[in-house]
């Protein structure tokens, strides 16, 4: 089911419509200019958004690479010179599983429960 929209939303797309017919009848120099302008300020704003994030990316990026590089050196580090013994592979028993003979053959008397 498909809801009306709420009645000053359409009043204002009727008004902005209209608005925008009128200005483009009588004056579209002026009109051309404002758009030029507002796609100019979104354009403005869309750019420092985008480096603002980039900052940020970067800023993360190189604390993720010092952390990667502080755990990657630790792990080379030799801790000892000896050469642990390898140790006998132990070998595993297997268990002893038995079968139990169910009564599969046998159908239940369902009018004993």
Same mark, same amino acid.
């Given at each position: 089911?498909?809801? /009306?929209?709420? @009645?000053?939303?359409? +009043? +204002?797309?009727?008004?902005?419509?209209?608005? +925008?017919?009128? /200005?483009?009848?009588?004056?579209?120099?002026?009109?051309? *200019?404002?758009?030029?302008?507002?796609?100019? %300020?979104? #354009?403005?704003?869309? #750019?420092?958004?985008?480096?603002? =994030? /980039? =900052?940020?990316?970067?800023? $993360?990026?190189?604390?993720?690479? *010092?952390? $990667?590089?502080?755990?990657? &050196?630790?792990?080379?580090?030799?801790? $000892?010179?000896?050469? @642990?013994? @390898?140790?006998?592979?132990?070998?595993?028993? #297997?268990? &002893? +599983?038995?079968? %139990?003979?169910?009564?599969?053959?046998?159908?239940?008397?369902? #009018? $004993?429960?």
């Amino acid at each position: 089911m498909r809801r /009306r929209p709420f @009645p000053l939303i359409t +009043l +204002l797309i009727v008004l902005a419509i209209f608005g +925008l017919t009128y /200005r483009l009848w009588n004056d579209p120099i002026r009109l051309l *200019k404002q758009a030029m302008i507002i796609v100019l %300020i979104v #354009a403005v704003f869309y #750019a420092i958004y985008k480096w603002i =994030q /980039r =900052q940020r990316f970067d800023h $993360s990026y190189q604390k993720a690479v *010092k952390q $990667s590089k502080k755990l990657h &050196h630790q792990k080379t580090k030799p801790t $000892s010179k000896k050469q @642990p013994r @390898p140790t006998a592979l132990k070998k595993k028993h #297997a268990t &002893h +599983l038995t079968v %139990i003979e169910g009564k599969k053959g046998k159908k239940k008397n369902r #009018a $004993s429960f």
